[in-house]
């Protein structure tokens, strides 16, 4: 909206002087300032409201569509209370516009107008490039964030957690399964070709997000938990960097065993973690060694202290790892296998990677919806430089006649009528560049983990700016540049 009011006031102001005319003959019958001033407020309002219904069909046709984009549920009802709204709207928009421009053409002196003085000084000449300025510094700020939050969300995918997330599958068991078959459907899935490893759960990665506290050597340690079997460990390729993991083979370690992180064993604070205890449900375990941190939750925040417990009696989810290039025959065996010990409840499972993407769903719609802004707010910026470039052309006409009977070529014209137009983009790249990495840098403390902002990206959307509006402004001087001077000058 501040683009579009810039492109208005920019246009109103360049198009004064086409209505010197109609200004001076109200003047001279007796028109006052305050009535021209309401006059071309009125105009702006009444553009602001045909406006604003364009706007309400074209919002009602898109909306179902950006919502499904955005992942959100929104519907536009015209109410009484939405239409009345939309009156204050209006008339603050159309005030907002318009009041500039109403004020200087009201200004005008008659004398002036008649005697063909400048009516644009230049101090109404700085404040447009001024304003234009600002409309590319805003594009280049957008489309150089679009590059680092999808630099950021590809780094975030990309990034190695710590442990092997790729080809495994998780589903929650229904209670069929649970109460007493998880092990005959883990020899039934073993039994499938492409079946690698079985193993349960009480939670998966990716959906821990319950912090347990309990007193450690007199002071109260935070944690997050996960009940396991001992097949989790290899599934997985838990990595051990002290102790031993604890086995199936050793009957004590059944209900009894723990182990935790690097970033536990800092929380817990003890010289010696295999002394320390914690509760579970029916007693205590005993910690028998310590894992190297992985990353578990979303990398918006630091790997906090996991504790995982021996309790394959606790596990509500199974997780399947899965080898072969093409997984869908061994998921249509492991439904079958399913719908034998639990009729009735479907097989409904997750890639686990695919899961812990999603955790990043709203930064890369963040990212998208950005690009979007972009696009639009280059769109915008383009239009009102067209046709402000239009209407220098247009004014500076018979400046190009002359320049073209005293020798000059067409290109030479082009790069005159060029020249304000890359300084400009110079100063909005100038202005952009700290702005956008202020905004940026600032979104970058939100993760913990988190790429560079480098150069190339202000360098860029610096140069996409820069191509699509000179390659577009080109085309229009040049047409312009390529008249006969003949037709500037004939009536001079």
Not at 133 to 161: E, Y
Not at 181 to 209: A, C, Y
Not at 238 to 245: D, V
Not at 258 to 276: G, Q, T
Request: charged share 20%; glycine share 6%; proline share 3%.
């Amino acid at each position: 909206m501040l683009l579009s009011i810039v492109n208005y006031i920019n246009l109103s102001v360049a198009k004064a002087a086409t209505r010197e005319k109609e200004i001076a003959i109200q003047k001279v019958s007796g028109a006052s300032r305050r009535s021209l001033t309401v006059q071309f407020l009125t105009e702006t309002t009444l553009i602001s409201f045909f406006a604003a219904i364009t706007g309400l069909i074209i919002a009602w046709i898109l909306l179902p569509g950006f919502s499904r984009f955005m992942n959100v549920n929104r519907s536009l009802g015209f109410s009484a209370f939405i239409l009345l709204m939309i009156i204050p709207g209006v008339l603050l928009l159309g005030f907002v516009t318009g009041i500039y421009p109403a004020f200087m053409m009201s200004s005008h002196k008659i004398t002036d107008i008649f005697t063909k003085r400048s009516l644009h000084g230049n101090r109404g000449l700085f404040l447009r490039y001024i304003l234009i300025v600002f409309q590319f510094s805003v594009s280049m700020i957008l489309i150089s964030s679009t590059f680092l939050i999808n630099k950021q969300v590809s780094f975030l995918k990309n990034k190695d957690p710590g442990i092997r997330t790729e080809k495994v599958i998780y589903a929650k068991l229904p209670f069929q399964i649970m109460r007493g078959s998880k092990e005959i459907f883990r020899d039934k899935v073993l039994e499938l070709p492409d079946v690698q490893n079985v193993s349960f759960s009480s939670i998966v990665f990716g959906k821990i997000e319950n912090l347990n506290s309990q007193e450690i050597n007199g002071r109260v340690a935070s944690f997050a938990s996960i009940w396991v079997d001992a097949e989790f460990i290899d599934l997985y390729d838990l990595r051990l960097s002290r102790g031993r993991f604890f086995s199936k083979d050793f009957s004590s370690d059944v209900n009894t065993t723990a182990l935790i992180n690097e970033s536990a064993l800092k929380e817990f604070d003890s010289e010696d973690p295999f002394r320390i205890r914690i509760r579970v449900p029916g007693g205590e375990a005993k910690v028998v060694g310590i894992i190297r941190d992985f990353n578990f939750k979303s990398l918006h925040s630091r790997i906090e202290p996991l504790v995982i417990v021996f309790l394959p009696g606790q596990a509500g989810y199974v997780n399947i790892r899965i080898a072969g290039y093409d997984p869908r025959l061994t998921l249509n065996e492991i439904g079958k296998i399913w719908n034998d010990l639990a009729p009735g409840f479907p097989f409904s499972y997750q890639y686990l990677d695919s899961s812990l993407e999603k955790l990043y769903g709203n930064d890369e719609r963040m990212g998208n919806a950005i690009m979007y802004f972009s696009l639009i707010a280059i769109l915008i910026a383009t239009i009102g430089i067209l046709s402000l470039s239009l209407l220098i052309c247009e004014k500076r006409i018979k400046e190009m006649g002359i320049h073209k009977i005293n020798g000059a070529t067409s290109w030479n014209l082009l790069l005159l009528m060029n020249k304000d137009f890359m300084l400009i983009l110079l100063a909005a790249f100038v202005i952009a560049c700290p702005v956008s990495w202020y905004a940026m840098h600032n979104w970058l403390e939100r993760f913990a983990y988190k790429t560079s902002i480098g150069i190339w990206i202000y360098l860029a959307s610096g140069f996409l700016v820069f191509m699509v509006t000179l390659t577009m402004v080109s085309w229009q001087n040049w047409r312009f540049a390529k008249r006969n001077p003949v037709d500037a000058l004939r009536y001079e």
